[in-house]
């Protein structure tokens, strides 16, 4: 069993930065691919980026790619989000999401195993 707290949301104007952040806990995360989904009012849960157990594999989906980068510290058992260049439409919850499994997973349907959210929220 695996628990999952994130942190790090808050308010921010347009083209500022946030860091999002993951801490595990219950058991270790190292053989875990890991992702963070975010869902906006009105919207479908969408998953954004994903990382493999070991960090060398990514994914974005268009709407972020560029702009946010995903990293893991396995030490640590931390999930890492840096979110640059931010835009309005990029309000929403965010979470975390884990599935015992080596690889990269980008389905959201998936993952095991969820965080309770963090808000991010972008002013114009």
């Known amino acids: 069993q695996v628990q999952l707290v994130e942190s790090g949301g808050g308010l921010a104007q347009a083209g500022g930065s946030l860091r999002l952040s993951c801490a595990a806990s219950?058991?270790?995360?190292?053989?875990?691919?890991m992702g963070w989904l975010r869902q906006a009012p009105g919207k479908e849960r969408e998953l954004i980026a994903a990382?493999?157990?070991?960090?060398?594999?990514?994914y974005y989906a268009d709407s972020v790619k560029g702009r946010f980068t995903i990293s893991r510290d396995n030490a640590k058992a931390t999930l890492y989000l840096q979110m640059n260049s931010l835009k309005p439409e990029d309000t929403a919850v965010y979470y975390c999401?884990?599935?015992?499994?080596?690889?990269?997973?980008?389905?959201?349907?998936?993952?095991?195993?969820w965080g309770q959210g963090t808000q991010v929220t972008v002013s114009s």
């Open positions: 990382i493999s157990w070991g960090g060398g594999a990514t």
């Open positions: 999401a884990a599935e015992r499994t080596f690889g990269l997973v980008t389905n959201k349907d998936n993952y095991d195993y």
């Open positions: 219950g058991r270790t995360i190292s053989n875990d691919a």
